[in-house]
Every structure is written in structure tokens, then in C-alpha cells.
């Protein structure tokens, strides 16, 4: 994989996290961290959800849900 960024629907195929529960946890402010892109500032919705890969990587493997062989 050669994306730094992707959408909830790559991160639910790739490491199993469904989009539900992608949304879930921005809305209650925890699990993965998130980056929005094309919002404006002090606007609650719109823009383009996307998650780092690496971050993902680091946050899973500091919760030990992740191994790297």
C-alpha cells in the first residue's frame, strides 16, 4: 500500500474496523485518530474524513490490537 492517507472504507478493509464504528468513535472524541480536510472553521459537518496510516499503525500497536511480522 502506497496511500500516507485513507478513507473510514479502506481502513474497515484493511484492518477490519467497520465504518460504524469509525463514526462512533469521532463522535465520542476517542479510538482512532482522525484528520478533516475541506471544513470550514467552527462548522461541525462536512469535509472529507480521512485516517494516517502510520497513526493507525503506531495507535493499534500501543493498544496491542496490532502485530507487524
Known sequence: MNKKFIRPRDVEEIYSIKVSTLS?????????P??????NKNAQRGGVILYNVDEINDY????GRLTLY
Open 24 to 32: 462512533k468513535q469521532r463522535q465520542g472524541k476517542y479510538g482512532l
Open 34 to 39: 482522525f484528520h478533516v480536510v475541506g471544513r
Open 60 to 63: 493499534l500497536i500501543k493498544k
